[in-house]
C-alpha cells in the first residue's frame, strides 16, 4: 500500500489528510500495544519501564496533582518563551539595524546554543535565588532565545531587494520601511523560531527543576517518583511533560500557520 | 555605428528624463565592472521609449539611475528639470520592476493603496483612487484577494496600477512583461497602451523582446554589451490607434521595426550570423 | 542567496582576509562587552539584586552568586585542590573534556546513522513519514534524565563474547537520542529536496530507488544535511554532559561540573571552569562540522536557508 | 603507614578464580564509602577470593533498582527509599546496616530562631529530592505538621541557596554539606564560617531518625543460591575490614577515596571520612548488625510521612525478611576468630580542621 | 476550425510518436481537472513538431504523457511503435526542460555523462561521447567548470547536450528556452536546428514563443485551453538552409507563418483583438 502510495501522484486529498492522522496513531497505538503485550504476556519485567496500563493508571490516579505539576513548569515554560522570544526579537532587530551588533553577538550566541541546563542551572539558581521559580524560567528563556535569535535575524535579512528599492522609491522613512516590509517579512521566520523554541522551553524548564528550586513541577515529581522506585508514576508524570510539549508546539504551530497564512513562499 | 540624432519632441513640455554622459562602474570583490560608459539620452514628456539589449548591457542600472536606486558614476541624470534624487522625492515617477514584487500580506487594494498611505493621503481619497486604478487595470473584482491568489498576469497588473497611483508623468518599467506567457504579454501590452494613451504619461520601458519594444514604442534604444553603450536609437513609425492596436501586429510596418531592431542589436552584438563557429569550437 | 550577492546595498569592498579578521575581532569584543557589562552591574547593582515584586529580575551581585570575570580566570590557571598532585583547573577541565568529546563523537555517529536510516525509510514510503515523523518530533519532549536508569539497565544485560557494556556507552547512547532528531529531520528535508525535475529526469533514464539514492538524494541532501550534522554535534555533547551527571559516569565534564558546584559554595569560581570548558567542547564538535562542510564544499554549490 | 599492600601480595596467579562482584554505590566515589574503596585497595576483597567492581552512581541511578534488575550484585542505599522500592516490587534485602546512625541535619542561621522540627512551620525547608526528604517528613509528622505547612525548596549540589537567605533550613549531612558552610567565607567578618554561626537539627536526635547507608543483597538469590550466600560473607567481612581500616586511618583512607575519584579538597575529603566514622563506630553490637528498633523505628515514620504531592512512601508494612542479620553476623564471628575488634570499642575520631573551599 | 489532415511523412522509417485518441484528468483536491481531451498526433522520424498554447492548456502534460512521466486517463501514446513505457526504459528519447535542471555539485562533464554513468557505460566510452557532445554544444573548453559559473543560456546547452548522450531518435523539449533572453535565445534556436540536422532527430518541441515555434518547427500544434484540444496544425513551409538560419527570420515567409499560428492561437482563445473589454470589467 505504501509503496503505490508514494511513487504515483495520485493525489486523492482526503485520503491525505485522513491518513496524516490515522497513521501516527496506528503507529503509536502499535507501539504500545507491544509493550502492553511484552510485559503482561510475555513477561519482560515491567520494573523500570512500566506497562502503558500501570501509567495510566498514575496517570487517572494523580490526575489533580498533575495538573498542578503541569501548570508550574507550564507557566515557567511559558514565561521564559515569552521573555527569550521579546529578547530574542529585539536583539535581532538590533544585529539586523547595525552590523558590528551582529558580529559581536555571534560568538555569545553560539556559546548559548551549546550550554548544557546541567551547567547553567546551579549559576542561575545563585544569581537569581533558589526560592523563586525565576531561575528555571531564565532557564527557559535561555534557551528559546537561541532559536528566536537566529531566525528573526534571518527573517530581517530577507527583505526582497524588490521591496527595498520600492520603499526607497516611495522615499519611505525608516521607521516606514520597518512597519510596511521589513516586520511583515521577517514575521513568519520569527513564528518559525517560535515554534522550534515552544518545545525546547518545556523540557529545558522542567529539566531546570532537576537543579534546585521550589518543588511542585513535574521535573521534581518525576525525579522524586523514580527515586522512590515508583516507575508508574514517574512515566505517568513524563506522559504529562510530552502533553505539555506538544500543547506548546502546536500551539505554536498554529501561530506560526495564522502568520503565514495566504502567503506564497519563494 | 553612431548614434542617431534625436528627434525634436514637442516643444511645449519640458523634457522628462534627460541622461547626460553617464558612466556607471561597479567595485566588486573581483574588481570593477563598467556597466555603462558615455550615455546620453533623452525622453520626451509623454514619450514612450524602449531601450533593449542583451542580458547584462546595462539597462537595468540606466533605469536604476533614472529613478535615483543608484548613482552615476560620472556625468548626470535629470528628470523633469530637477535631479534624479529631487524627482524621486516628489515622486514624480512611477515604477514597476520584472517581479511584481507585491507585498504578500496586503490584499490587492491595499498594494495598489501602499504609495498613497506612506504620502499620508486620506482614507476617502485613497479608497476613491484605487477603485478608479484598480478599474483601469480591470481588477476591481479582484480588490480583497490576496496576490497568491492571483495570476502573474493579474499581478503584474496590480503593479502596474501601483505604480500609476500618484498620477506620475513618467513610467519606468523594468522588463515588467518579462515572467508571462507570450499570450498574456500581448494583453498586457495593449492594455499598457491604452493606459499610457489615457494618462499621457512619458515611458521607459526595460525589454528584451524585440516585437514588444517595437510595438509599444515611439522610439527603441538598442544597446551594446558591457560597457554599456547606446548602439543605436531606431525609431518607430507605426501609427498607433488604440482601437485597432492588435491589428498592428500583423502589419508590414510591424515587421519592418522588428527587422530594423533586430538588425542594430546584431551589429553590436559580438555573435552574428555567420560567426557561429567562432563561438563553438 | 543570490539575491543577496546582486543586492548592492550589502556588498561591500574590504578584501576577504580584512574581512575575516574584523569578524573575528567584533567576536572577541563581544565576549569583552559581556564580560564589561558583567563587572559593572557587579559593581553598580544592589548585593541582593533588583527585586520587583516576588521576583528578583536582575541577579545578585555578592561574590557568591557573581564571581569577579577575573577571579574566574585566574581559578583556571590554580590547581584543583590543594594536594601535592593537583593539576591546574583548566587543565582538568581539559582532560574531561577529552573524554566527553570522544564519548559525545560516538553518540554523534550512533545519532547518524539511526537519524538517517529513519530519514531514508520516511523518503522511501510516504506513510512512514505520516506515521513516523510526529512520534519522532514528540520524542524530543521526552526529558531524557528519564532514561538514564533505564539504558544502563539494558546495557549492563549485554554481553556477547569479549564485548561488554561500558558505563561510556550509555551515556553515548543518551547523548544520540539528543543528536538524532535535527539528524533525521535534516536528512528527511534534504533528501526530499530534489526537485520534481531531477527526480523526472532519473525516472526518464529508467533508474529505480536506490540509484536515484545515490546519484541525486543523497548528494542533494548534502546543503541540509551539514547544518543537521552541526546541531547535531552540539546536542550530542549536551547530551553527553547530562548523561554523565544522570549516570554518574566518571571521568567526563559532566562530573567535573556537578563536584565543582557542589564546591562553590567555598570556591565560588571553580564552578565556571566546567562552564567555560563545556561551551568550549560544544563550539569545538559544532565547529567540527565545519571541517566536513570544506570538504564537501562542492555539494554546497546550492546553499539553502536551513 | 600509607597505602599498605598487604592483600594484593597475595594476587598470585590465584586472579582466574575470583568470582566477580559488583557494587552500587549511592552517589559519586567520596569519603562517605571510604570503607569500600578501602577493601579495594587494601586487597581484602581479594583475600576473600572476590574481585569486586565498585560502580559509582549520579541523579538518576537508583542503586536498589540496579540491584532489582540484576545489573549488580550488592547495593548501598538508604532504607527508606529502599522500602519504597520494595513496596514497588523490587526484591532486595538489608543485609548489612553500615550506618548505625542517621547523619541527616536540618541547618539554620543561628539567629533564625528554628530551633526544632516544630519550628518549621511556614518556613522554607530545603532538602534534596530524591527520596532523600523523608526523614523531614517523618519528623514534621510527629510534631503533627504535614507537608503543606512548609514550603520545600530542592537544593542543588552546593549551600549557596542557603547561605543566601533563599532557603530558612537547609538539608546538610553531617559529613558533606555542613563542611561545605564550614569552608565557606563569612562575607562580613572574613573569616571561614563557624558552627556556633548556626543552630543545627540533628535527625538522630527525632522520631523521624531513618537508618541511612546499609548494604543490600538480592532476596532470590539470598534465598536460593549457596554460592551467593558464601559470596555475601566473605563480601561482608572484606567489607568490615575496610570499615574499620578507615576508622583506624582516616588520612589513609581519604587519600584512597581521592585517588578514587572524589574531587573534594583533601580537608573536606578527611573531614568526610571522620564524620562517616562517627556515623559507624562505635558498633554495640557490631558493625553491619540491624537494631530491630532502629529499623522498625524507620518503617513506622516511612509509613507516616506522606510528600507534598500527597504521595506517601509506603502505605504498608515491609515483608518479613526485608532484613537479615545472618550473613553479618557469620561475618563478624569470623572476623572476631581473626581477632579483628568488629565494635570499635576504643574508636575515637580525630579532629579535622576545614580550610577555605576543603582544600 | 478542425484539425487539419497530417502530411504523410516518408514511409521508410516508423512514426517517432503516435498519440491516439488521449484524454487525461487530474484528481485535485477542488475536483477533477480535464487537462486533455482527446488528442490525436503524430510525429513522424525526423520530424520537428512544435506545440504552443495558452498557459495550462494541456502542453506540458501532452509531453509528459509520450515521456511516460505520466498515464493517460483513456487512449494510447505510442512511442517508435512501442508503449511509452517501454520507450523510456528503452532510452529511446531524450528530455529536456524549461530550467536546464543541471545537479550543482557535478562538473559540465559529469552532468552530461550522467545518463550514460547511470547505464553502465565503460570510463572510457564515455570520455570520449562527453567530448563529442560538449564540442557539439560549443562547450568544450568548460567541461570542468560547474553550472553555477555557467550563464543561463550555456547552462541551457549543457542540458541539450545531456539529452542526446545516449544518440535519441526522440528529443522532448519542454520550453527549454523560455528562461533565456531573447538574443540568447535566438542563438540558442540556430543551434538546435544545426544539431537536429545533425542527429535526424525527431523532436516534440513545446513552446510560449510564436516566432520561435515557426522558425523551428515543421508543423506547429496550436493548442486551445481547458480542456486542452488541438485547435490546428498549422504546417510551416520555410525552406531550411542551416547555413542561412538566421537569414529566414526576416523573410516574409516567417512573417506569414507568425500571423498564420497567431491568428489559431486567437481563433481558439477565449480573448480575441476586441474582446479585452470582457476581462477588464
Ligand atoms: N550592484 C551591482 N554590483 C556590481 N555589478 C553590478 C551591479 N548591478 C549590475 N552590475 C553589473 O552591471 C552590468 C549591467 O547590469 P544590468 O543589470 O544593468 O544589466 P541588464 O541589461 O539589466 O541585464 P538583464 O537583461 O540581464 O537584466 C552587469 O555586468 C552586472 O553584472
Ligand atoms: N499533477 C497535476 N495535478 C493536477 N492538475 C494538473 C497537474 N498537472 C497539470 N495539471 C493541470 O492540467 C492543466 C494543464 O497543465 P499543463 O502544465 O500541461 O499546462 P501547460 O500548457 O504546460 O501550461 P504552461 O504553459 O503554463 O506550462 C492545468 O490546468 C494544470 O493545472
Ligand atoms: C542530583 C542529586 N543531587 C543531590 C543528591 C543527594 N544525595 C544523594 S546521596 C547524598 C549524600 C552525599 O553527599 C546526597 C547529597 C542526589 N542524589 N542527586
Ligand atoms: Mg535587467
Ligand atoms: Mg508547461
Known sequence: MALTLSGKTRSDATTETTLRIVAPVVVGVVVLGVWQFLVSVVGVSDYLLPSPAAIAEQFVEFFPSMMAATAITGLNALLGLVLGSILGILLAALAAGWRPIDHMSAPVVASLAVIPIVALAPVLNSM??????????????????????????????????????????????????????????????????????????????LVAEYFGGPRGGLGGLISTSAASSAYPRAWAYVVASIVLGLVFFLVSLALERLATRGRQRA | MTQLPEPQSAPTRSDAVTVKAVDKTFDTRSGQVQALSSIDLTVSAGEFVSLIGPSGCGKSTLMRLIADLDQPTTGSVTVFGKTASQARLDQDYGIAFQQAGLLPWRTVAANVGLPLELHGASTRDRTARIEELLDMVGLSDFSDRYPDQLSGGMQQRVAIARSLAEKPDLLLMDEPFGALDEMTRERMQTELLRICAETGAAVVFVTHSIPEAVYLSDRVVVMSPRPGRIQEIVPMALTRDPDHAEALREERAFFDGVTAVREALHTGSPVPTGARGVENR | MTAENLAPAIRRRRGAPTRELARWGYGVLGVLVIAAVWELYKFLGPADGVVIGDARVLPRTTDLAMP??????????????????????????????????????????????????????????????????????????????????????????????????????????????????????????????PDTIHTELMRTYGVGWWKTLIKLRIPASVPYLLPALRLGAANAVVGAVVAEVSTGMQGGIGRVLIQYAGQASGDPAKAWGPIFGSIVLGLAAAGSVAILGAILRNYRRVEINA | ???????????????????????????????????????????????????????????????????????????????????????????????????????????????????????????????????????????????????????????????????????????????????????????????????????????????????????????????????????????????????????????????????EGSGWGPSHELWMVNETNKLIWPAENGIGIIDEAAFDQTVKGALSAVNEAGAALITEEPPAGVWTNEYIQKALDELEEEGIDTTGADFSPITVTLEEGGN
Open chain 1, 128 to 205: 537569581f535565588g533558589a526560592d523563586s521559580q525565576f531561575g528555571r524560567q531564565a532557564i527557559a528563556g535561555l534557551a528559546s532565545f537561541v532559536p528566536v535569535f537566529i531566525n528573526t535575524l534571518r527573517g530581517f535579512r530577507q527583505t526582497l531587494p524588490v521591496h527595498r528599492d520600492l520603499m526607497k522609491v516611495y522615499a519611505a522613512s525608516s521607521a516606514q520601511i520597518v512597519r510596511t516590509v521589513t516586520l511583515p517579512t521577517a514575521v513568519p521566520f520569527v513564528f518559525t523560531g517560535i515554534r522550534i523554541a515552544s518545545s525546547l522551553a518545556v523540557i529545558s524548564a
Open chain 3, 68 to 193: 569577579h570575570t577575573w577571579d574566574m580566570v585566574a581559578r583556571l590557571f590554580d590547581p584543583v585542590t590543594r594536594s601535592a598532585t593537583a593539576n591546574p583547573l583548566w587543565l582538568e577541565v581539559a582532560l574531561a573534556a577529552l573524554v566527553t568529546l570522544g564519548i559525545a563523537a560516538v553518540g554523534w555517529l550512533v545519532g547518524i546513522v539511526v537519524g538517517f536510516a529513519l530519514a531514508l525509510v520516511m523518503q522511501r514510503w510516504r506513510l512512514a513519514e505520516w506515521g513516523l515523523l510526529p512520534w519522532i518530533i514528540l520524542s524530543q519532549t521526552v526529558p531524557l534524565i528519564a532514561f538514564a536508569p533505564i539504558v544502563r539497565s539494558w546495557g549492563s544485560r549485554i554481553e556477547i563474547g569479549a564485548f561488554e557494556w561500558q558505563d561510556w556507552m550509555s551515556v553515548a547512547v543518551i547523548a544520540s537520542y539528543l543528536a538524532f532528531f535535527p539528524i533525521a529531520v535534516g536528512a528527511l528535508k534534504g533528501l526530499q529536496s
Open chain 4, 1 to 259: 603507614s600509607g597505602p599498605a599492600d598487604t592483600g594484593s601480595g597475595s594476587n598470585d596467579g590465584g586472579g582466574g578464580d575470583l568470582t566477580e562482584v559488583k557494587l552500587q554505590l549511592q552517589w559519586l566515589p567520596q569519603g562517605q564509602f571510604a570503607g569500600y574503596f578501602a577493601a579495594l585497595d587494601q586487597g581484602y576483597f581479594e583475600e576473600e577470593g572476590l574481585d569486586v567492581e565498585i560502580i559509582p552512581s549520579g541523579g538518576d541511578i537508583v542503586p536498589q533498582d540496579a540491584l532489582a534488575n540484576g545489573d549488580v550484585d550488592y547495593a548501598i542505599a538508604w532504607v527508606p527509599k529502599v522500602l519504597g522500592s520494595i513496596e514497588a516490587g523490587a526484591n532486595v534485602t538489608n543485609i548489612a546496616q553500615i550506618f548505625q546512625r542517621s547523619g541527616t541535619l536540618q541547618v539554620s542561621w543561628a539567629d533564625s530562631g528554628i530551633e526544632s522540627v516544630a519550628d518549621f512551620e511556614g518556613k522554607k525547608i530545603g532538602s534534596w529530592g530524591f527520596g532523600n526528604e523523608w526523614e523531614i517528613f517523618a519528623a514534621m509528622a510527629a510534631e503533627g505538621l504535614d507537608s503543606s505547612t512548609v514550603e520545600i525548596i530542592t537544593q542543588d549540589f552546593n549551600m549557596n541557596a542557603f547561605l543566601q537567605g533563599d532557603i530558612d533550613a537547609a538539608q546538610a549531612m553531617t559529613y558533606n554539606e555542613y563542611a561545605q558552610l564550614l569552608e565557606t567565607t563569612n562575607p562580613d567578618t572574613g573569616e571561614l564560617y563557624t558552627e556556633d554561626d548556626f543552630n543545627v537539627i540533628s535527625y538522630e536526635d527525632t522520631v523521624g531518625a531513618m537508618l541511612q547507608d546499609a548494604i543490600w543483597a538480592d532476596t532470590e538469590k539470598l534465598e536460593s543460591d549457596e554460592e551467593y550466600q558464601e559470596t555475601t560473607v566473605s563480601f561482608l567481612k572484606a567489607v568490615v575490614k575496610g570499615w574499620a581500616y578507615a576508622a583506624e586511618n582516616p588520612e589513609e583512607a581519604s587519600e584512597i577515596t581521592i585517588a
